[in-house]
T-cell receptor, first 113, second 116 residues
Framework: DQQVKQNSPSLSVQEGRISILNCDYTNSMFDYFLWYKKYPAEGPTFLISISSIKDKNEDGRFTVFLNKSAKHLSLHIVPSQPGDSAVYFCAASGGDSWGKLQFGAGTQVVVTP | GAVVSQHPSRVICKSGTSVKIECRSLDFQATTMFWYRQFPKQSLMLMATSNEGSKATYEQGVEKDKFLINHASLTLSTLTVTSAHPEDSSFYIC????????????FGPGTRLLVL
């Protein structure tokens, strides 16, 4: 049962423009959400997180938005850079999954010149 | 901060042998470490949760006798794949979490295992 879903397997964006990655979840007990970036044959790198008591968290070029009523979060990257080309994973924890992360399937981002 | 290392980064072994993978938290004490497995073009699958000084908790479908986990100290957890077979070939990744980092997990670089 996939509790965290990333429905877009890939995203292509032009350098300098905004990248918007989406993530939906089904478990209303989730209260902590994270985004990770992953290059091939490497471990995921933590990007940004958000607690359910907030609806927005910003760190440099990365902003995460959380819509609890819609069980939806998104990651905005602006401006997009070639080094941002990677797979981005959304993850969530809380409730029965407290302490464990449930991962989405990932979205491959390609930033073109 | 929050650096996690894994060793080895890549290992090739013969079928039937055992392979040990180390996961270390370099600049923080990890009360909990996690072991994941990733198949090509798929998401990370949690295999087990390792708490320092206690037995690991395995996810459903993961054989605890095949994937031995030891978390002997606050900075080291090991995963031993016993009697490895070709179907065990995969990318194994560990992560670590300390009380100070809340629920954020920091990942190691991964270990590519190829069983011939």
């Amino acid at each position: 049962d996939q509790q965290v879903k990333q429905n877009s397997p890939s995203l292509s964006v032009q350098e300098g423009r905004i990248s918007i990655l989406n993530c939906d979840y089904t478990n209303s007990m989730f209260d902590y959400f994270l985004w990770y970036k992953k290059y091939p044959a490497e471990g995921p790198t933590f990007l940004i997180s958000i607690s359910s008591i907030k609806d927005k968290n910003e760190d440099g070029r990365f902003t995460v938005f959380l819509n609890k009523s819609a069980k939806h979060l998104s990651l905005h990257i602006v401006p997009s850079q070639p080094g941002d080309s990677a797979v981005y994973f959304c993850a969530a924890s809380g409730g029965d999954s407290w302490g464990k992360l449930q991962f989405g399937a990932g979205t491959q981002v390609v930033v073109t010149p | 901060g929050a650096v996690v290392s894994q060793h080895p980064s890549r290992v090739i072994c013969k079928s039937g042998t055992s392979v040990k993978i180390e996961c270390r938290s370099l600049d923080f004490q990890a009360t909990t470490m996690f072991w994941y497995r990733q198949f090509p073009k798929q998401s990370l699958m949690l295999m087990a949760t390792s708490n320092e000084g206690s037995k690991a908790t395995y996810e459903q479908g993961v054989e605890k006798d095949k994937f031995l986990i030891n978390h002997a100290s606050l900075t080291l957890s090991t995963l031993t794949v016993t009697s490895a077979h070709p179907e065990d070939s995969s990318f194994y990744i560990c992560s670590a979490r300390s009380g100070g980092t809340g629920e954020t997990q920091y990942f190691g670089p991964g270990t590519r295992l190829l069983v011939l």
